[in-house]
C-alpha cells in the first residue's frame, strides 16, 4: 500500500553507503522508522537535518516493520532555522528529547500538530529566541497529557519555582524575555527533562543541551 504523509525528522541512521533508516513522527504513523534508498549526498546535507518536516510516499509492508520512503520533498524551508546556529542547536536538541522520549508506534495527531507548530514558530522568530527550548519543554509537557501547574513542577525545580511561574503566567512574547544566565537556563532546561523522564519512565540523557549551554551562556 502506498500513502502520501508528511513527517518530521528526529534522527538518521546510516545502512549502507546510499541507504538510510529516517527516526520519524507523524501523523499517520506517529513515531516511525522509514527506510530510504538512493540518498545522494545532497540530499543527506539539504533534506535530512534536525526537525526537517519532509513530504513523501510511504510504502507500507506487513513484513517489516520499517516501512520505505519514496520521492521526499521538504514542506517547509526552514531556513530560518538552518541559517542561524543558535535556531539549529534548538532544533537539534528538541529532536533529541522527541527521539529519546517518544516510544516507536506512539501515535497522536496533536503532539504532531504541536511539535510542528513549535518549530515553523522557532523558523520565523528573529530574536529574542533563548528561551525558545524551556517554551518547547513546557509545551511538550503539556502534549504527552501532563499539567505543568506550577504545584505540580515544584519537587522537581528546586529554588526556581518562582521562575517557572512567572514563565507559564506570561505570554510567549513576555516569556522569551525573561533574562536568565546560561547556568540558570541549562539547570531549568534539566529539571523540566527530570519531569518528564519521572512521569515517562524513560531516560533521557540529551547531549545537545551541553551545546545549547555553550551558545547561550
Partial sequence: MLNSSEFILLHTTRFGEKSMVLHTLSKEYG????FVRNI?????SSMFFPLAVIEADIMETSKSRLF???NLALSHP????RN???KSAISMFISEVLYRVIREGFADRALYEMCEKDILLLDALEDDFSNFHLYF???????LGFSPEPQ???PFMG???ALVSEFIGKPFSEAMLIPMSGELRNDMAERLLKYIEFHTESAVNVNSLKVLHELFR
Fill in 31 to 34: 513515531r516511525k522508522g522509514l
Fill in 40 to 44: 545522494s549526498h545532497r540530499s543527506v
Fill in 68 to 70: 520505505t520512503a519514496r
Fill in 78 to 81: 526552514l531556513s530560518g532555522i
Fill in 84 to 86: 542561524n546556529i543558535r
Fill in 137 to 143: 519543554l513546557l509545551d511538550f509537557i503539556i502534549a
Fill in 152 to 154: 505540580d513542577l515544584e
Fill in 159 to 161: 529554588g526556581h519555582s
